[in-house]
């Protein structure tokens, strides 16, 4: 695998934040193909992390490269372009359009950057038969069960076919069996190659499905673990410690 993201003593202070930054020096590198897991308690720095990678938020200091693309110094028409095909977002509550179909709302993401209706129509219909949800493409959300608006959330993520997808909490909102099931789905993508970043609380989660994990704590990074690929279902570990945190 080679290097997708890297991230070199990067620091975010909020406004009026300055004596506590919600990141504090992380250095941190995901490479292509890989399933990267991000927990730590609330206020930890995770989402932070997810913003500054996604391009939502500018590092006050260091630099976050992907794809040998300097985040913090790209314009604004840059990071908007980057936005809408270098990256596909899941959120914990789907974010759906609710004035819109199952395939709409798979099919906007992709007109949005640029692609006519008849490509952004066929893409997105073989997206929802990937994810087993063909038969629901002109439902409206409400309709649909929770797993099932995940797997419409996740479709509209990979409609532009990003360089990564970027979940956060995906299975905050749906009930156990469904949140086993979208990160098995998860899984499965990432088996086919794609880039795989989740932000979650969830530790158990984390180790049952990540092939890495990273812990971070007072916006610093505390552990990094490396799980055997062939046993990561077992949560055989090959632990890589931090020398030290400062602080």
């Known amino acids: 695998m080679t290097r997708l993201v890297e991230l070199i003593d ?7 934040g300055a004596q506590h930054p919600a990141l504090n ?21 995770k989402s932070t992390l997810l ?15 992907v794809d040998g693309r ?13 936005r ?3 990256v596909g977002f899941v959120f914990q509550f789907f974010n759906l359009l609710g004035s819109l179909t199952v395939l709409e709302n798979v099919m906007v993401a992709a007109q ?21 949800i063909a038969d629901q493409s002109g ?34 909102a749906v009930d156990s069996r469904s949140g086993d099931q979208v990160m098995e789905l998860l899984v499965e993508l990432n088996r086919g190659g794609q880039t795989v970043l989740l932000v979650t609380h969830d530790a158990k989660l984390a180790a049952r499905y990540a092939g890495r994990v990273v812990s971070l704590v007072d916006g610093r990074v505390a552990d990094d673990v490396v799980l ?3 046993t990561a279902r077992a949560a055989e570990v090959v632990r890589v410690r931090v020398e030290e945190v400062a602080g």
């Open 10 to 16: 990067v620091r975010k202070v909020y406004d009026g």
């Open 25 to 45: 020096g992380i250095s941190l590198g995901v490479e292509r193909g890989e399933f990267l897991a991000v927990m730590g308690p609330s206020g930890s720095g």
């Open 51 to 65: 913003n500054v990678v996604a391009g939502l938020d500018r590092p006050t200091s260091g630099r976050v490269l």
């Open 70 to 82: 300097d985040l913090g110094r790209a314009g604004e028409a840059e990071l908007a372009r980057y």
């Open 84 to 86: 809408r095909s270098g």
């Open 112 to 132: 949005l950057a640029g692609s006519g209706t008849a490509a952004a129509r066929q893409r997105a219909r073989e997206l929802l038969a990937q994810l087993g």
């Open 139 to 172: 439902r409206y959300p409400a309709r649909l069960s929770g797993g099932q608006q995940q797997r419409v959330a996740i479709a509209r993520a990979l409609v532009n076919q990003p360089l990564m997808l970027l979940a956060d909490e995906p299975t905050g």
């Open 228 to 230: 055997q690929p062939s």
